[in-house]
């Protein structure tokens, strides 16, 4: 099958055959000028699909240049047959396809040779002298946007493009051109083929234009904001709201406190812009990751938890600390509220009065409860492994060389498991036993739990379904000891040694 940038121009059960490579050497030509890549086609199923299964994967694209009129190869695609049979590289000049020569024809032209041909092909090439040996070291990165080829219409050819989402890992192979580099999704086999990205400088600007987003939808605001508006019945503002209400305190930055304030059940949950993830995830579309296994020597990674309120959170790491409390420990946090029976000061909390919370941390209304970083620090340099459950907007706080934190997303289940599964459990706000879980509630949980997944999923590196409490545990406790004890992806500025 062959196409072209405007769509595919063959029936797609048109193969190519290919036994022969004819490569000509004539005389020393100057590879034409690099142009903006005016045509290309991916040559797919090059070679005979009977003798070789390799052939399903494409081959190159060819570009024409404007002024001389020549055709030529613009890229080899890394895996695909061209490359492997070493005989194509970008740059080089194609003179005849079975004898009839190409230049100055239309790349349709020219792919219209080639679909009418049969058996044998001959490629009449002139290498390009300037042949870069393509020994490009890998580079590995997450993918902190979402991608898809079909709906750019600036890929010089979108079926050689490749789609992918937040979270994403990639090996790029090729970055020889600025715009659009070569890469192949992780986990993959060592056979397959590479496919067309766009750099990080294009994917930057066609963020400016802001293109590729979803579709927009209005920001919702899954942290509470001061300026809230309660008002709003739309379901996405209800399913926020379920995550304020019912449920246990919510994270908010506070300089280096992450803080938590109680709401008594009232949604202060609106519409806000100036906490999008995506406003982040602006500067860097790719992120550089490299793998790190912890040196023992080291304080473990902290361990974040993370999930829509109620999902069960708190369950999961409390069962944690209780199965092994010599390994994992919870920091601290602080409090402004008082002292109840059967509390101990340093315990349960660090007790410090209103004033003195306001006075260090700033203004705010109701009861609040903040976990340091001191705190968490504490728990690390004493070999435990610390465990905090935050919320999703805090994870960026707290994703520092230091911390190297290891990020759980605590998923929901369906709404069936919801029912099945929580049938005696009980809401719980402020560690007071609210009420039970309504039908209501579990379909919300649901909608938050995926609104959560779909915005924040590039920070994720595990996903634990907590459907059986149980398994849950289990799970969650074997993927926090792969965490500390096996070589993991971290962002490579966690692990260079200059910072
Ligand atoms: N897998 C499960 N099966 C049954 N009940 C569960 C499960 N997971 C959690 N629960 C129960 O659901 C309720 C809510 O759980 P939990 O308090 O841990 O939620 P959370 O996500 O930590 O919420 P918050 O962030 O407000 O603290 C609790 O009563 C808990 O025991």
Not at 166 to 183: K, M, N, P, T
Not at 284 to 299: M, S
Request: proline share 6%.
């Amino acid at each position: 099958r062959l196409y072209s940038d405007s769509g595919c121009v063959s029936p797609s059960t048109n193969t190519v055959k290919v036994k022969t490579f004819c490569l000509f050497f004539c005389h020393f030509i100057r590879p034409p000028r690099k142009t903006d890549e005016l045509f290309s086609f991916v040559l797919h199923s090059l070679g005979s699909l009977q003798t070789n299964p390799l052939l399903y994967c494409d081959g190159a694209t060819i570009k024409r240049n404007e002024e001389t009129g020549d055709i030529y190869i613009a890229r080899v695609i890394h895996g695909g047959l061209a490359d492997r049979s070493g005989l194509l590289h970008p740059g080089d000049l194609l003179v005849e396809v079975n004898g009839n020569p190409v230049g100055g024809l239309e790349p349709e032209q020219v792919i219209q040779i080639l679909i009418n041909s049969r058996g044998t092909i001959l490629f009449k090439v002139i290498p390009n002298p300037a042949q870069s040996s393509s020994s490009q070291k890998p580079v590995y990165m997450r993918a902190m946007v979402d991608y898809s080829p079909l709906q750019d219409s600036s890929i010089p050819c979108p079926d050689a493009g490749m789609w992918f989402s937040r979270g994403d890992l990639l090996e790029v192979v090729d970055q020889s051109d600025g715009h659009w580099w070569q890469a192949k999704k992780l986990p993959c086999s060592a056979a397959s083929c590479a496919g067309l990205i766009p750099s990080a400088s294009m994917l930057k600007s066609k963020q400016r234009e802001q293109w590729w987003c979803q579709p927009l939808q209005g920001h919702v605001c899954i942290r509470p904001c001061k300026h809230s508006s309660s008002s709003s019945s739309s379901s996405s503002l209800r399913a926020s709201a379920m995550t304020l209400i019912g449920c246990g305190p919510v994270l908010f930055e506070f300089g280096s406190m992450l803080c938590t304030e109680s709401f008594n059940g009232s949604v202060l949950s609106v519409s806000c812009t100036s906490c999008s993830p995506l406003s982040g995830a602006l500067a860097t579309p790719y992120e550089e990751v490299a793998l790190y296994q912890r040196p023992p020597q080291e304080n473990h990674r902290l361990i974040i938890l993370v999930g829509a309120t109620g999902v069960g959170v708190n369950e999961l790491r409390k069962r944690l600390i209780k199965l092994n409390p010599s390994t994992f420990q919870s920091p601290v946090p602080h409090t402004s509220r008082p002292i109840r029976a059967g509390e101990q000061p340093g315990r349960e909390y660090h007790f410090i009065t209103k004033e003195l919370f306001e006075y260090m941390y700033g203004e705010s209304k109701g009861q609040l409860y903040g976990t340091s970083t001191d705190a968490i620090d504490e728990v690390l340099k004493r070999g435990r492994m610390c465990i905090v459950d935050v919320e999703p907007h805090s994870i960026q706080t707290l994703r520092t060389k230091k911390l190297k934190p290891y990020v759980i997303f605590i998923k929901a289940p369906s709404v069936e498991r919801l029912r099945q599964t929580r049938r005696d459990a009980r809401i719980i706000t402020n560690y007071t036993v609210n009420r039970a879980f309504s039908e209501e509630d579990f379909v919300e949980l649901e909608e938050t739990s995926r609104v959560i997944e779909a915005r924040y999923r590039q920070f994720f590196d595990s996903v634990v379904v907590n459907d059986d409490l149980q398994d849950a545990c289990m799970q969650l406790s074997s993927i926090i000891h792969q965490a500390q004890h096996e070589p993991q992806w971290i962002p490579v500025s966690w692990s260079r040694t200059d910072e």
